[in-house]
């Protein structure tokens, strides 16, 4: 199972970002994420946009991931298909986010670089997929 | 004679070995894998660093490692007779292959400086060094440190021991940091960004003589003749290939251990990836030693194809190195000095932030990021596949610069490259 990204559909409302920062938050709670959490985590998925474009880009859990090779902790590794960063073992060393080719891993809260999409545990359909108001992203 | 005939030889058993034995084994299930290592346990150099800064405890590392390659700790290779495809050991053993890799890596150049020995005076780049600086550290007290050489191992401890609170002077010889690895205007960035966390830079200068007060160190003499005070000297001018015990082996050496683009040495059967191999630079083509993680991986897989039969070319060396100092992040790739006019730059300098790109046929070869630096991948990315830019040119220097600039077929291929299956 895979993210797809149709971004003819995407209508740049970032519900995605938003609901991303709900699943990664402690409370799980919109109201509670926003007004109460510090450090809020960082929306693991973004929206890209330029003129009448934009679409939801998050990591795409690369076949053979240049983050997994370049990491030099082996805190990013793979499990079951997901690429995943193991915060315990990350150095903030920021070569995965050398190699990122889409440019989607960030550097999260401290000096860690842990903030990636994990496929929201790899149980069921990731947030951004569930709550895309136009099927702007897909889960097959 | 104790000998011992494997299919497949690893001398030294760091990252460039880790994943050659890697692609073997996806090439080959049965082929024994004998690995050569003058170290007591698998670890990850880089990490000796952090590990010195306290960010993890040790430099483990967690990653995936082909299980079934027999590993020799503690064990050092003295010579190679290629022709006759055997290696010998400091034990006395002596092991025949049909196909070795040599990723023995790197030494630290020690400039031969009077005082160089002294108690107190170290190199830095093992986890032995790492495991000495501590036990000095543990056992006398240490205020002042001063490191020698403004590259990348002198900023990465650098970095570390800012992270402990010590006063840290950085000597350099050139006029300014990194010089190979940033422009004029980085190096800014970098210098400034030191002075801000209390680091003094004293660049054109050089250590003349270390001075000693009791069998161990007191401070350093300049060449301008300024006396330092340091508990504590780090000795980081550089890095060459590890390839002296090679000297009378066979093979075609250069500053490195000369390799074809399948990394193959100019003795057949026998190949060399890591910091101790020499390949073409991936913009220009000319011999080059680049000594970093990502290339060794790349180049350690190209050679574990090739060892196991199967053919792989390696596209060349491109160099790439991230810092990052007081919260400051820079990075730099490919060509960041263009050596005429020929190169095309656009750049863009702030405050806090600084981009560089250079332009060779229109196509991007190399770039400078001060601050801002999430998007780096992508812009490796456009390197590597030589991308013609045509008017993504004009967007480069634009710091919302992200997949949404690339054409729409290409960035739709792109993201549907192969993913996760469930």
Avoid at chain 2, 14 to 23: G, H, I, L
Avoid at chain 2, 35 to 49: K, W
Avoid at chain 2, 138 to 154: N, S
């Amino acid at each position: 199972m895979r993210i797809r990204i149709h971004e003819e559909f995407c209508i740049g409302c970032r519900l995605c970002e938003i609901m991303c920062v709900v699943r990664h938050s402690q409370s799980g709670k919109i109201l509670k994420a926003f007004r109460e959490e510090h450090p809020r985590p960082l929306p693991k998925v973004r929206v890209e946009e330029e003129g009448y474009t934009s679409f939801a880009l998050q990591c795409r859990h690369c076949e053979e991931a240049p983050c997994i090779e370049n990491c030099m902790t082996g805190a990013m590794h793979r499990e079951e298909g997901v690429v995943l960063c193991d915060e315990e073992k990350c150095v903030g060393c920021l070569m995965c986010v050398m190699s990122c080719p889409f440019g989607v891993i960030r550097r999260g809260s401290g000096r860690k670089v842990v903030s990636k999409c994990d496929l929201c545990g790899g149980k069921g359909v990731p947030f951004c997929v569930e709550y895309c108001p136009n099927e702007a992203l897909t889960y097959e | 004679m104790n000998e011992r005939r494997v299919r497949y030889l690893l001398v030294g058993f760091s990252v460039a070995s880790w994943w050659a034995a890697r692609s073997i084994r996806e090439e080959d299930a049965e082929g024994q894998i004998l690995a050569v290592s003058e170290d007591g346990e698998l670890y990850s150099r880089p990490l000796i660093t952090y590990a010195l800064g306290r960010r993890i405890p040790g430099p483990a590392y967690w990653g995936d490692v082909v299980r079934d390659v027999t590993v020799l700790w503690g064990r050092k290779a003295v010579a190679l007779e290629a022709k006759d495809q055997v290696v010998h050991l400091d034990s006395g053993e002596r092991i025949a292959f049909d196909r070795a890799l040599i990723a023995t890596g790197s030494v630290p150049i020690v400039p031969p400086v009077e005082g160089k020995d002294l108690e107190g005076v170290f190199t830095f780049t093992k986890s032995r060094d790492l495991l000495q600086v501590e036990r000095f550290l543990a056992r006398y007290p240490v205020e002042e440190v001063l490191i020698l050489g403004g590259g990348f191992i002198g900023l990465k401890t650098c970095e570390a021991f800012l992270g402990r609170g010590f006063r840290v002077t950085l000597v350099e010889l050139a006029p300014r940091l990194l010089p190979a690895m940033l422009d004029v205007e980085g190096s800014g960035y970098l210098e400034r960004a030191l002075k801000r966390v209390g680091v003094r830079v004293i660049t054109e200068n050089t250590v003349a003589s270390f001075v000693d007060r009791g069998g161990r160190l007191f401070g350093a003499r300049l060449q301008s003749g300024e006396f330092l005070r340091a508990d504590m000297a780090i000795l980081a001018v550089g890095v060459r290939p590890n390839i002296d015990w090679l000297s009378s082996s066979g093979l075609l050496l250069g500053r490195g251990i000369v390799v074809d683009e399948h990394q193959e040495t100019s003795v057949r059967g026998i190949f060399a990836a890591g910091d101790v191999a020499e390949t073409r630079h991936f913009i220009s083509g000319k011999r080059t030693v680049v000594a970093i993680w990502p290339e060794a991986v790349r180049q350690g897989k190209v050679a574990g194809k090739n060892m196991a039969g199967k053919e792989v070319r390696y596209p060349g060396s491109l160099p790439l190195n991230v810092i990052e100092i007081g919260g400051v992040s820079l990075v730099s790739c490919g060509v960041v000095n263009p050596p005429d006019d020929a190169f095309e730059v656009l750049s863009r300098e702030e405050e806090s932030r600084y981009r560089k790109f250079v332009i060779l046929d229109g196509r991007l070869v190399g770039f400078v990021l001060v601050g801002d630096v999430e998007k780096a991948g992508l812009f490796v990315h456009l390197i590597r596949e030589r991308f013609p830019l045509y008017s993504l040119k004009d967007k480069l220097l634009d710091e919302r610069f992200g997949l949404v600039a690339l054409p729409a077929e290409y960035r739709k291929y792109l993201v549907q490259g192969a993913g996760v299956e469930a």
